[in-house]
């Protein structure tokens, strides 16, 4: 469960900060990706070097940071569970009143993924019924609450208030991870998707062929995304990346391969989904050995490659969701627009290429998703895998409002 999970660990100002430290190698050590937050008070009870040497991830501290302008929606957005441990009486306050002070605390109000929360402080503060409102509020929101433990506290008290046990959180965060995924697991079970993914290569000569950027990875995420929520799943790619866990890979290389794979797959899919970047123009003729530098300056005469989508769209089956992108450098919304309509989807995500971060060959996109009833949702920038997520949640909904098959 815990396998190349994104985890952000805040921790807080109190002294079982350095029992962040034990919790932090556990969950590397069980597979997960932890990227550590610390608050100023957490800081003054354990080093940065300790955690970020366990997460080998620097430990993240500052909004206010020249290399990541908005780290809290970022690291919010691509975590798949934010666990706080421990935390303080002032965390428990400010995140039930949505009062965004430092980096953890906006990263909570940025985030819509599980959040795991387990308070420690002395048994006074505890009982406090204004700690009690506090954290009733935020289990009231679906927030996971590990309770404290009663024992020995700092100074020598004896009372409730002392950190969970590490193996306690570790089971909650488990368990945190097993109820989301379960939440999405079985929509879009009995379902076919098929999406395409990478760039396609027109060959000039044997050797030579026009590509373009594309690494294919936006459209694996969405692959991995259908299969988990239980979806048959075929990718038409033209890349050679690990096959998502309960996808079907169909290697193709041209446009034309590309057309003829979802020629046969798309009449019968529930849902299709161009990732592609397919090339819009290919030599007319194949050269048949290598072209020769002797032989001077070849001519190479491009045609235009059919256009998949639109020919997709033409044909449509009135119970499928059908889902194009949309790459551009300007005029984002009113370009993918129009596209949207001339090819008759039902959604279009369109991203600008010409921003930092964005598209071709990062590990990173920031998307507008534009949809047939004129409703539109923003994506900043954030990694492929939570883009994946919330442009299948979308096509689930618009799924939803077609007639069944
Ligand atoms: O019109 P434009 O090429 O910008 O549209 C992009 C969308 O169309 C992408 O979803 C891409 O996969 C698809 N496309 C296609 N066939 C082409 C060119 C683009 O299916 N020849």
Not at 28 to 55: K, N, Q, Y
Not at 248 to 274: N, Y
Not at 325 to 330: G, H, K, L, P, Y
């Amino acid at each position: 469960m815990l396998v190349g999970k994104r985890i952000v660990l805040g921790v807080t100002g109190g002294i079982a900060a350095y029992k962040a430290v034990e919790l932090c190698r556990r969950l590397v050590d069980a597979g997960a990706h932890v990227i550590p937050v610390m608050t100023e008070g957490a800081e003054r009870f354990v080093g940065r070097a300790t955690l970020s040497a366990l997460a080998s991830e620097p430990v993240q501290t500052s909004l206010w940071d020249e290399v990541d302008p908005i780290p809290h929606t970022r690291l919010g957005r691509s975590a798949d569970l934010i666990v706080v441990a421990p935390a303080t009486a002032r965390l428990l306050s400010a995140y039930a009143n949505g009062l965004s002070t430092d980096l953890l605390t906006n990263i909570l109000l940025a985030t819509r993924a599980p959040v795991v929360v387990c308070p420690a402080m002395h048994t006074e503060m505890w009982e406090h019924p204004a700690v009690r409102a506090n954290v009733a509020a935020l289990a009231s929101r679906g927030v996971h609450i590990v309770e404290p433990e009663s024992g020995r506290l700092a100074g020598g008290d004896i009372g409730t208030g002392r950190l969970a046990a590490t193996e306690s959180i570790v089971a909650a965060i488990t368990a945190a991870l097993a109820a989301g995924a379960a939440s999405t697991a079985g929509e879009l079970s009995g379902t076919h998707v098929v999406v395409s993914a990478g760039g396609t290569r027109e060959p000039i000569d044997a050797v030579r062929v026009i590509a373009n950027r594309s690494s294919g990875k936006q459209g694996y995420a969405l692959a991995a995304e259908a299969a988990l929520r239980g979806a048959r799943v075929t990718l038409v790619s033209t890349v050679e990346l690990p096959s998502p866990a309960g996808s079907e890979v169909r290697a193709v290389e041209t446009a034309a391969e590309m057309l003829d794979a979802l020629a046969e797959l798309a009449p019968k899919a529930d849902v299709v989904i161009m990732a592609a970047a397919v090339a819009d123009f290919r030599p007319t003729t194949v050269a048949p050995g290598k072209l020769k530098k002797a032989t001077g300056m070849p001519e190479i005469v491009l045609e235009r490659t059919p256009d998949i989508l639109a020919g997709l769209g033409a044909n449509k089956p009135p119970t499928q969701v059908l889902v194009g992108f949309a790459a551009e450098t300007s005029d984002l919304v009113a370009n993918a627009t129009s596209k949207l309509q001339a090819k008759n989807l039902d959604l279009i995500v369109a991203n600008d290429v010409s921003a930092p971060g964005v598209g071709f060959q990062h590990e990173t996109n920031a998307v507008t998703l534009l949809c047939a009833d004129g409703s539109t949702i923003g994506v900043g920038l954030t990694d492929k895998k939570a883009v994946a997520k919330v442009v299948m949640d979308t096509v689930v909904k618009i799924l939803m409002t077609k007639p069944r098959q």
